[in-house]
């Protein structure tokens, strides 16, 4: 069983119901290639450091999960979503993994705190 780690960057101009759509979305892709989402962590709306696509600001999410198959093509729907701006998945070192607990029992982070 692999673990991997899954930045999604949102458009900045979604309002949050829009937002938790798309997390609720992603993370339906992800179960639908094979994998187990183990832990969501919404980092909430940042400043990007330079204009991606014409934007200034979005909303990052982080999505840990195990297993999954079928990346490329999950890579693949996230390149064509509209809301999506950047996405990066990348595999966790064994190791690092089992220090953040992913092989254990599933579990879901509350909503960080707004600031």
């Known amino acids: 069983m692999r ?3 899954l930045m999604v960057i949102m458009e900045g101009a979604l309002d949050e119901n829009d937002v938790e ?3 609720r979305r992603v993370q339906e892709q992800v ?3 094979g994998g187990d989402v183990r832990r ?4 909430g709306k940042r400043r990007f450091a330079y204009e991606i696509e014409k934007k200034t600001d979005g909303y990052y999410v982080v999505i840990e ?3 999954g198959e079928g990346l490329a093509d999950l890579e693949r729907q996230f390149r064509l979503a509209d809301d999506i701006v950047r996405h990066k998945i990348i595999r966790l070192p064994d190791a690092e993994a ?3 607990g992913l092989f ?6 509350a ?3 707004a600031g």
């Open 21 to 23: 759509n798309t997390v």
């Open 3 to 5: 673990a991997y780690e």
């Open 31 to 33: 179960k639908a290639k």
């Open 111 to 113: 909503p960080a705190p």
């Open 65 to 67: 999960f195990v297993g």
């Open 40 to 43: 969501t962590d919404r980092w």
């Open 98 to 100: 089992a220090r953040r």
């Open 104 to 109: 254990g029992e599933a579990q879901e982070t």
